[in-house]
């Protein structure tokens, strides 16, 4: 630390050496009369999550048709795969009930949460825009406008910048886990892009020349140009980062986290989280998901252990939240998790799935009601989507503008999501339901129909 | 996958929509908030001083083009080679003209550095043969069928070689042009290096492939990428059949290699589509991507399985071929062709597309001149791209187009360096003497400091390929780590003690105040003055409350090390980044 820490005092501004003199108070930005002290966390699984294999018929007709269309890579319903059941209809994928070797008392699991109606499942979400590209569609979900990619903000940022319950000031309103900043934050100057805190830091170079860098910096910086600017935004994130690192990082509550970048990122967030410097919005990455080929038959295989991953990740996280008193987060926090599509129903030639429609998003809440929420449209070949991929029936702005409106205190829908209309809650989470203002119709989405009227 | 961040894309559906429903002033329907607007006053990290954030204000000025040419059609200048440039011509145009020229025929460029630095290198898989199937036959024997002269067999070898290869040729060849757009098209047609061991030991085979036809045709090394071992595996297509078809290559082939996301109109039917003033689709649809993908049935590769040789090598599977007509962008493709026919068809029906040339055209500025490149550039490039799309140096031409443009010299400051960008025009700008090697805790412990950027070469995860906007290189992640890069650089040095970048040892020794070792310094590593109050800053911080005209004692290790530590701030500032 000590090397840091004279980078810090000769280095950087009023604010953080007024932090810094607060001796760590954890009170001084954690708490502040009545404002909003949710945290929300947006985890974006990229490539296409096989929804159908993680939220699955285990009943009725349509248990039928997923064994039709899936006679491979389909979940079982018995042996030591077996689907989970979340209820008479649905089960869950048998990787989120699975512990690290070697543990001792198993902490929750993904399924155990379930059970404990902290994880809200919603099925057959996601957009009705009809477009298969990765790209557009990552793009689309997380600008929050479905049928334009040129949209300068992301809408986690038009949350931060339209939400009127937040502290005057915050040292870390947003964190953006990973090597790029995430769409959902473009914009964002004041987010917070890092990987790991303990390299967030300029304790590199001659040692003893290192402050004085640190001055110069400063000043080669504080130009006006967009470049200027982001430097010396990141200059003053590392004299606040550096501030809270140095030390690693033990979870708590005998949470034990994947190995992994997944694993690791999400750690990196509830370090920050726990460093009480008034972290409202997180975002996380998880790819790997695009399983056209090899996913693995019968409950094993890749598509198993990647799921494993994720849902040992989501628990981890919980359980070292989950602290008491002044150590439990999860009553403040909300983990959302989505994908830029789903897949196809039907399995193909090489035991993967191509790319699909509807899929399951996920929420994890302190404050969660548990149980699967929305509609299932039906497997039968008439009620699928384009022949083939399971319908979107559920808006997945509309499960994103209940956590805002009854987690965050946020109603400003007409500027987080332009062009959406006609919220009503869900009821993934429990909350004060607001009167959205969703205003204006601006465009209700980007194509949907065959109409070529547009092109000619 | 990876997050789009390419926030220029043109909107074609949207924008098209809106002009037919005549609501007209589309852009302001989506609220925008400007840059300047930011969080409420007061809100984010409170350290943030009171400014004005306005785009435009300290913008560089444009320098002197040599500068522009050589960090745009390479990764900046070494010693030396601006006054090479300079000497090129009378005046810039003359000198950018001429620059281009020799930039454009590449075999004419002589590599003496480079080759040396390459042989002592010793690269066991790097240049065993110019001849693809060659190279790629023998990459599958070393190290997948585990027959590496040297013994050691495994798949990253090649892998980890490339990777240095990549850094020393970009740091000491004078092929400059042909390594940005080697970059350039591997990024293009992206492959995930880490994707599995098959990739990890044939991605070498791709680099060949693209480095062959750099300056040549798109549509030849449209196939070549399409039929190398590492594109048939990452996209599936070498299992895609008639019983199983997968349409992963097929997708990402329209939406990426050629027509772009700007030219689809997702799930019609291909019937509705309009045509253009040739007869031919607009733009594509998904129905187009799953004839495509019938199209391309059977294109595999020789791995082991039904007799096929286990080679590696490109491998056509007739019997998994689907052998019945196809319509593909309202190109009729009758049954029964002969082998590889269909696919070629597509190929030649996507490489001749106008919306491919736009696509590409767009790209290439991207790269070349700016994150929102003028739109005239574009529109020449393109039709250039699609004119010529036969012509054997096609790509040339294309180039050339760009590169000659008045735009291309005399704008600047709309991009930064990216991470590569940085390292390797540090090392070039600073001299540094650093031949990456295998089996060197030198060069692992350089690898691991870079890797932290963000932009570890080739894996970037998705098919889409690294970034290339500047909104993307924003991030503060890969700015810390370049700034750490930079500054462990000046600090780096070998087993025996000396210093990879040898500053002292470069710096004449008549410069010796602060003053003039600041000037020094500052013309070698950015090659033009800085701004009074960023040079003051230099002067400074070297001076360090000495009078900064006189001489400094660099018998003392305090007064070494503040050197190096002012150079690692020039490799750090600003000023360094822009592009």
Known sequence: MSSSRRGFITGCSAAVAAYAGTQFNTLAFGDTNGANEDILVSIFLRGGLDGLNLVMPIGGSDRGFYEAARPDIGIPLTGANAALPLNAQLGFHPATNTWPNGSGTPPATLYDLYQDNKLSLVVAAGMNVDNRSHFDSMGYMELGTPGTLSTSTGWLTRHLQTASNLPPEILLPALAVGNLQQASLRGATDAVNMTNPDSFSLNVGPFEWRAAQRVAMRNLYSAESWLHESGSLTLDAIDLIELNSGDGYTPANGALYPGGSFGNHLQTVARMIKTDIGLRVATVDFGGWDTHNGQGNEGGGYYSTHVQELARGLAAFYTDLNGSGAMNYTSRLTVVVQSEFGRRLGENADNGTDHGHGNVMMVMSGNATGGVHGTWPGLAPEQLFDNADLEVTTDYRRVLSEVLIRRMGNNQLRSIFPGYQGYTPLGVVEGVDLPPDDGETIFSDGFETGDLSRWT | ?579
């Open chain 2, 1 to 579: 996958m990876a997050t789009p961040i390419d926030s220029q894309r043109s909107d074609f559906s949207r924008r098209k929509l809106l002009q037919a429903g005549g609501l007209g002033a589309a852009a302001s329907l989506v609220p925008k908030v400007a840059r300047s607007e930011g969080l409420p006053a007061g809100r984010g990290p409170a350290m943030r001083r009171q400014r004005q954030a306005l785009p435009e204000k300290g913008l560089p000025a444009t320098p002197a083009a040599g500068i522009v040419a050589l960090n745009r059609m390479g990764f900046g200048p070494r010693p030396g080679d601006i006054a090479a440039f300079t000497a090129l011509g009378a005046n810039d145009p003359d000198r950018v003209a001429a620059y281009v020229a020799q930039q454009l025929d590449p075999d004419s460029i002589v590599d003496t550095e480079l080759d040396n630095r390459l042989a002592a290198a010793g690269y066991e898989s790097i240049g065993i043969s110019q001849d693809p199937d060659t190279y790629r036959a023998t990459l599958w024997d070393w190290y997948i069928n585990d027959n590496a002269p040297s013994g050691n067999t495994s798949s990253s070898l090649p892998r980890d070689e490339l990777t240095r290869a990549t850094f020393v040729r970009a740091m000491y060849g004078n092929k400059q042009l042909v390594e940005v757009m080697t970059d350039f098209w591997l990024n293009h047609f992206n492959v995930n290096i880490n994707h599995s061991s098959f990739v990890r030991t044939m991605y070498a085979h791709m680099d060949l492939v693209i480095r062959l036809e750099v300056m040549g045709n798109f549509r030849t090394m449209l196939e070549a990428v399409a039929g190398s071992t590492a594109m048939l595996y990452y996209l599936d297509n070498y299992t895609s059949s008639n019983a199983g078809p997968n349409e992963n290559f097929s997708r990402e082939l329209f939406e990426l290699h050629t027509l772009g996301a700007e030219n689809y109109l997702g799930v019609i039917q291909q019937n509705q589509v309009p045509l253009d003033d040739d007869g031919r689709p607009i733009a594509y649809v998904d129905a187009d991507v799953f004839e495509a993908t019938r199209c391309f049935t059977g294109w595999s590769f020789s791995y082991g399985v039904s007799g096929d040789g286990d080679t590696g090598l490109f491998y056509y599977r007739p019997e998994w071929h689907d052998r019945f007509q196809k319509n593909v962008l309202g190109v009729f493709i009758p049954q029964d062709q002969a082998a590889l026919q269909d696919g070629r068809d597509v190929l030649d029906a996507l490489a001749s597309h106008p919306g491919t040339g736009r696509h590409i055209a767009r790209k290439l500025c991207r790269r070349l001149i700016g994150d929102d490149p003028p739109q005239n550039v574009i529109d020449a490039a393109a039709a250039v791209f699609t004119a010529q799309w036969q012509a054997p140096d096609q790509l040339q031409q294309v180039y050339e187009t760009i590169l000659l443009s008045a735009e291309f010299r005399t704008t600047w400051g709309e991009k930064i360096k990216r991470p590569f960008e940085i390292a390797v025009s540090a090392m070039r700008a600073a001299g540094a003497d650093f031949t990456l090697r295998m089996d060197d805790s030198d060069t692992s412990s350089f690898l691991s400091r870079y890797d932290d950027t963000g932009q570890e070469l080739f894996t970037w995860p998705s098919p889409d390929g690294f970034p290339d906007v500047r909104g993307a290189w924003q991030s503060m992640t890969p700015r810390v780590a370049a700034w750490r890069l930079c500054n462990w650089l000046i600090d780096f040095d070998d087993d025996a003690d000396n210093y990879y970048v040898d500053v002292l040892g470069q710096t004449p020794g008549t410069v010796r105040s602060s003053n003039e070792l600041a000037d020094f310094w500052i013309q070698r590593i950015l090659y033009r003055p800085m701004d009074p109050a960023d040079r003051n800053e230099i002067v400074q911080f070297m001076a360090q409350g000495i009078n900064p005209d006189f001489d400094l004692n660099f018998d003392d290790g305090d007064t070494r090390d503040r050197l190096r530590a002012m150079v690692g701030l020039l490799l750090m500032s600003p000023d360094f980044l822009w592009r």
